[in-house]
């Protein structure tokens, strides 16, 4: 029987404990599924080793349903040794986590490698409104209201960690968040950009940046400044050592673009009030920018607006960042843009490795860019439908990790 298998809620550390089920919700026309006893009657053959490093080429769902089929391969996919190899050796695709309800934190998560699509429950957040950033397998969640609560959080396992109030204006008029995770220790650093507007003057924004270090379990601020004629937003990423985000025109720099790019080098950081000297003109009219980190190279993707009105999206381009200059490397083909429907100026996307996803707020269909392969490709189809007009979707990518916690 073909059939898709919905995630549950477990940790991998917990096999002992814990009896795991699959349950269908989604019929595909994927290769039928082998008989349990072939399976078995093979494994009575193999010594242990072998065995370790046959499940260690799964992929990472198939290690979780591994665990069900006798005490002998769930001792082995539970055991310390095979958690820190299989993290070591085994090069995950990144998944794509959709909400699909506008109040509730809920959706499903979308494997590139098998194409199928888990229900998983999100702990920690409320609402599909949270601000979020991801890093090796980690992901980083911090509140929309006060933007004083923040959870670090393994989706796959459930491990989560509530990180202390951050420094700065608590109620700032915009936020920025990102998190890089250290491949080899897995201690992380976690990133706020504040941004929040001089009383009284529009064209003067208060920016500060702020930074929670695991090792130390603490936040310091490491720059405050005063910008004129920008503010800060909602996107940043780390890449290779360096904080970049968007900044966005508030109309009196007198440029063409509404959008621009901070450099801030973490580990030199800037004088104060040189912040600016980082600039980075964005290389076309965009009606929104994402900002991305591929292999330590960051990536942007863009709306890209109409000559005449750069309010309106035309298409959407990425771009690569080469030293202080952008490099087109793709434009998404006509035929998917328009398969997206009726596409906002502003949408979600977001990607690590060598994927990028993008999606319309307005439906579920996700379309997915292999930069390696240079390639185009729908997911398969989601499980849930649009029910109502005004339902929106939006959604994050993470690296499937079980070994990694907060």
Not at 226 to 231: D, F, N, P, Q, Y
């Amino acid at each position: 029987m073909d059939w898709e298998p919905s995630w549950v809620s477990h940790c991998i550390d917990n096999f002992e404990n814990d009896t795991v089920e699959f349950d269908p919700f989604l019929e595909l026309n994927d290769e039928s599924s082998k008989d349990v006893a072939d399976a078995v009657s093979v494994d009575l053959l193999l010594p242990n080793d072998l065995l370790e490093r046959i499940l260690a080429c799964l992929p990472v769902a198939s290690i979780f349903r591994a665990g069900c089929v006798c005490k002998r391969w769930r001792d082995i996919v539970s055991s310390e040794r095979f958690l820190r190899d299989f993290s070591r050796l085994s090069s995950q695709k990144p998944w794509y986590f959709m909400f699909t309800s506008s109040d509730e934190p809920v959706g499903y998560a979308y494997d590139p490698v098998l194409r199928k699509w888990y229900g998983i429950d999100l702990p920690c957040i409320e609402t599909s409104s949270w601000f979020i950033s991801s890093s090796c397998g980690l992901v980083c969640f911090m509140d929309s209201d006060s933007r004083s609560r923040l959870y670090v959080c393994n989706p796959i396992t459930k491990c989560f960690k509530g990180l202390d109030e951050p420094p700065g204006p608590k109620f700032s008029d915009y936020s920025a968040l990102a998190i890089s995770v250290n491949r080899l220790s897995h201690s992380y650093n976690a990133f706020i950009v504040k941004s929040k507007q001089v009383p009284g003057d529009f064209f003067q924004w208060d920016l500060s940046i702020h930074v929670y270090k695991s090792e130390t379990m603490s936040w310091v601020t490491t720059l405050t400044e005063v910008l004129t004629g920008w503010r800060a937003g909602d996107e940043s990423v780390i890449c290779d050592g360096v904080l970049y985000f968007l900044i966005y025109s508030t109309g009196g720099g007198g440029t063409d673009n509404r959008h621009g790019l901070i450099m801030y080098n973490l580990t030199s950081r800037m004088p104060h009030s040189l912040l600016m000297k980082s600039f980075i003109p964005v290389p076309c009219s965009l009606t929104c920018g994402r900002l991305m980190n591929l292999k330590e190279k960051l990536i942007m993707v863009g709306g890209i607006g109409k000559q005449d009105r750069p309010d309106i999206i035309k298409g959407i381009g990425i771009w690569s960042l080469n030293g202080k200059e952008w490099q087109e490397i793709a434009r998404m083909p006509h035929k998917y843009f328009q398969g997206f429907g009726e596409f906002d100026d502003v949408f979600a996307s977001c990607g690590t490795d060598d994927l990028i996803y993008i999606q319309s707020y307005g439906a579920p269909a996700l379309l997915v860019y292999d930069v390696s392969q240079r390639q185009w490709k729908w997911s398969q189809k989601c499980p849930v439908s649009k029910r109502f007009p005004l339902q929106l979707f939006t959604g994050f990518c993470f690296e499937p990790r079980p070994k990694i916690a907060p």
